[in-house]
């Protein structure tokens, strides 16, 4: 089965049992606690705000932890890629410079303009990754993200 090539458009990923089960459904249950607990104060409600705020931490945290460790694989495969593709004085500045979301960002740009986008960060880190992003002319798909 042949994989719908990737571009800035299609890249963002969805994982549907926790955007569209899971995450809401903990919001849900969250909001449903707080509202109960105002109309009427008491242990009983109290105990299912606190069990409401548990789950939806666990439920952020159950997203976000995977997210945080795949960051800093792709920085690190990122500062490789650098030390092979760049000259060794950019590859170094890029280090020194790039917040982990430069590197993210980046890892869809080809290796052909990998260089003038670097320079393009150096020159503007204030840059978002969203922007870097849709600089990108030639498209290096990542399907192994979560």
Same mark, same amino acid.
């Given at each position: 089965?042949?994989? @719908?090539?990737?571009?800035? &458009? /299609?890249?963002?990923? !969805? @994982?549907?049992?926790?955007?569209?089960?899971?995450?809401?459904?903990?919001? $849900?249950?969250?909001? %449903?606690? $707080?509202?109960?607990?105002?109309? #009427?104060?008491?242990? #009983?409600?109290?105990?299912?705000?606190?069990?409401?705020?548990?789950?939806?931490?666990?439920?952020?945290?159950?997203?976000?932890?995977?997210? *945080?460790?795949? #960051?800093?694989?792709? *920085?690190? +495969? +990122?500062?490789?890629?650098?030390? *092979?593709?760049?000259?060794?004085?950019?590859? +170094?500045? &890029?280090?020194?410079?790039?917040?982990? *979301?430069?590197?993210?960002?980046?890892?869809?740009?080809?290796?052909?303009?990998? &260089?003038?986008?670097?320079?393009?960060? $150096?020159? /503007?880190?204030?840059?978002?990754?969203?922007? $870097?992003?849709?600089?990108?002319? @030639? %498209?290096?798909? #990542? !399907?192994?993200?979560?």
């Amino acid at each position: 089965m042949a994989r @719908t090539p990737q571009t800035f &458009a /299609n890249h963002a990923q !969805y @994982t549907p049992l926790y955007h569209y089960f899971t995450s809401p459904l903990a919001l $849900i249950f969250l909001v %449903w606690s $707080i509202t109960r607990f105002f109309k #009427d104060p008491s242990y #009983d409600t109290g105990y299912l705000l606190v069990g409401a705020l548990t789950m939806f931490g666990v439920v952020s945290v159950s997203r976000l932890s995977p997210l *945080r460790a795949q #960051d800093r694989v792709i *920085r690190l +495969e +990122e500062q490789l890629r650098y030390q *092979r593709v760049l000259p060794a004085a950019l590859a +170094e500045k &890029a280090m020194t410079t790039f917040s982990p *979301r430069h590197y993210i960002a980046l890892r869809f740009a080809s290796d052909a303009e990998l &260089a003038s986008l670097v320079e393009m960060v $150096i020159a /503007n880190p204030a840059m978002k990754g969203k922007a $870097i992003k849709q600089q990108v002319k @030639t %498209w290096r798909a #990542d !399907y192994f993200r979560l």
